[in-house]
């Protein structure tokens, strides 16, 4: 299953990043799909996932910050990163929802000034 995800990178407090995900065709099209990170020293979390419909949840700290969105087309899911804080710091991967298959190269978070 390729689950590669890409658009990390190095941004100061309050900034921006889009992140891009491209997964496998016969996987994507049933699968709800979600954005996950892991911070140094911590365990990974989910930030964000959306179902085949559309439909989307996020992780209390992000809401109203971060958007995620599909495109059932391209195989691809993304996350819209706007206000970008400190703590948003990590690894970020995208996977299935909520049953996940072996992780895929992350793509690096950094935010700091």
């Known amino acids: 299953v390729q689950l590669q995800a890409s658009g990390g990178g190095l941004v100061q407090p309050g900034g921006s990043l889009r992140l891009s995900c491209v997964t496998s065709g016969n996987i994507f099209s049933i699968s709800a799909m979600g954005w996950y990170r892991q911070a140094p020293g911590k365990q990974r979390e989910l930030v964000a996932y959306?179902?085949?419909?559309?439909?989307?949840n996020y992780l209390d700290s992000v809401k109203g910050r971060f958007t995620i969105s599909r495109d059932n087309a391209k195989n691809r899911v993304y996350l819209q990163m706007n206000s970008l804080k400190p703590e948003d710091t990590a690894v970020y991967y995208c996977?299935?929802?909520?049953?996940?298959?072996?992780w895929g190269q992350g793509t690096l978070v950094t935010v700091s000034s």
């Open positions: 959306i179902t085949t419909g559309g439909s989307f």
């Open positions: 996977n299935r929802y909520p049953t996940y298959f072996s």
